[in-house]
């Protein structure tokens, strides 16, 4: 559904072992091309545990679907690993934020039926939501593209009961916000009149015959769904192949993600996405609506790749060929579809953890390569190259020094071969693992709370940063003083939100400046909250309830967090 909140501020040995495939279906017309598929599956499947090893997923669902429906349900690995339970074809996977696709259709079909004008500012279809923007009326259309401008953080209702603003025009910038996704689920009822769920399961699942899922996510499906896993250690950096845990249950009723399904129900799905919202009696939209459906309406590239988003899926053109796609990323899964309408075929994968941003992505890319080639003749593609080992730094030398806080505290670095960076503590020599740009995870009790990150300037290594420690490299010449607001140190601490949508903040007063797990920046708006970078983002934090100098409170643009008395 949503990025964790740690990937939001900074931009297990059993199932490593046990990943086999178990189960694969596959229907008797496609048995008939048995001679032309089977090479395919077995790339396929080779690719998947050598995958599902490298991630530490623990176990794995996957369809493949054409237009004529169902070409293949697979699965892999464990639904329960402490049962020692393997993933079944019938057993349900929360599909994350795939649902939004679910939830634009359901308004298409309104739009087809003359009950909603998706250009119409969407506070005349709710009255009582508030919004205080500056800018012109934010309209269904802006918000099915997220283009509204609406903040990117919240995800849970709280968020629609205060006041929700704006910091962008409508429909000039793309940001991502569930928030806004919420806001369809109550159109869709004000509209439709059923409750949310009643009209996505008459308008979306019994007209695709998807009769093994559930619009909503309730205590009911525990019974049938794969045991969710998260990191062990939840607030921490979480390193690759890192120990898991049983993630906590919770119920999921808002439009932003909140369907579950199976793997041949997720066929059935597709096989209408193929077939540009066709069904096999009739259709579940117009053309003319599916066409607006998968228009890009604004730019967003998808994973790294050219895309524009369309209403509730990435759209773009890769070879001439047009593809549909989506992650979804729930508490306790990961989920990625991936449908070539242009070439007839549809991946649809899911995993039973959230491995903060992962998604299996990888998988459905390489299902619908495999299928391509094979369809015209080519050879089949090979699967994707292993990626890098953590701790593989290519230009480890570049960090390579002696760092030192004013305080007098060392860190001390070296290049190791050509491609490893080694901290070097009195009694152990630790490994650096990569997290992105110049910021690494330090696999140390002492270190493990943050990540250490670096400064450069000139393309050189000046700064090291870890927490609320700052160490200056031998070729920092800058300003080793800097003003700070008392009231600010009174703001630095670690806080907490019951919900295991956002789990914990800790905040950092380094070099004058606060910063939110010790590398995003708040920057003040004038108006006693912070911005995150930008003071002119939509997303903001502040302190509340001070008490004897020190804020009980953070607001995280309307979520609380209370302060834990903890490290």
Known sequence: ??????????????????????????????????????????????????????????????????????IRVSTYGYADTKAGLRVAPETMFEIGSISKSFVGLVLMQLRDEGKLDLNRPVVEYLPWLKINSKFAAITTHHI??????????????????????????????????????????????????????????ARMLAPLGMTASSPIITTNLRKLMAVGYEPLEEGKPYYVNGPLAEAQWIEVDIAAGSVASTPADMAKYMRMLINRGALPKGRLISEESFALFTKPAIDSPYRGEPAGYGYGLWVSDVGGHTRLRH??????????????????????????????????????????????????????????????????????????????????????????????????????RVALERAGGDRFIVKHPDFDAYLLGFVRENQQVTQAYHGANWYLGEKYTGPKTFDTKKDWEGFAGHYHNDSPWYGDIRIVMRKGQLFAEGVQPLVPRGDGKFGLGDPEAPDWMSFETIVDGRAMRLNFSGIIFRRAFTP
């Open 327 to 428: 992650t979804g990323g729930m508490v306790a899964f990961s989920s990625s579809i991936d449908v070539d309408v242009t070439g007839n075929i549809g991946a649809f994968a899911s995993v039973n953890a959230n491995l903060r941003g992962y998604r299996p992505v990888a998988v459905t890319k390489y299902a619908v390569e495999l299928f391509n080639a094979s369809a015209d003749g080519k050879p089949l593609p090979e699967a994707p190259a292993p990626p890098p080992a953590p701790d593989e730094v290519k230009n480890a030398a570049d960090y390579a020094g002696t760092f030192t806080s004013l305080d007098g505290k060392k860190l001390e670095l070296v290049a190791e071969g050509n491609n490893k960076l080694v901290l070097v503590l009195p009694n152990r």
């Open 1 to 70: 559904m949503t990025i964790s909140r740690r990937q939001f501020l900074s931009s297990s040995a059993k199932s490593a072992v046990a990943v086999t495939l178990l189960h694969s279906f596959t229907p008797a017309r496609v048995l008939a091309q048995a001679a032309a598929v089977q090479p395919l599956f077995a790339r396929l499947d080779e690719f998947i545990a050598r995958h599902m090893r490298e991630t530490g997923a623990p176990g794995m669902t996957l369809a493949l679907a054409n237009r004529d429906g169902l």
């Open 144 to 201: 099915l593209t997220h283009s509204a401008g609406l903040p990117g953080a919240p995800l849970l209702l709280d968020a629609l009961l205060g006041e929700l603003w704006t910091a962008y025009e409508p429909g000039k910038r793309f940001l991502y916000s569930n928030t806004g996704y919420n806001i369809l689920g109550f159109l869709i009822e004000a509209v439709d009149k059923p409750p949310f769920a009643e009209a996505m399961r």
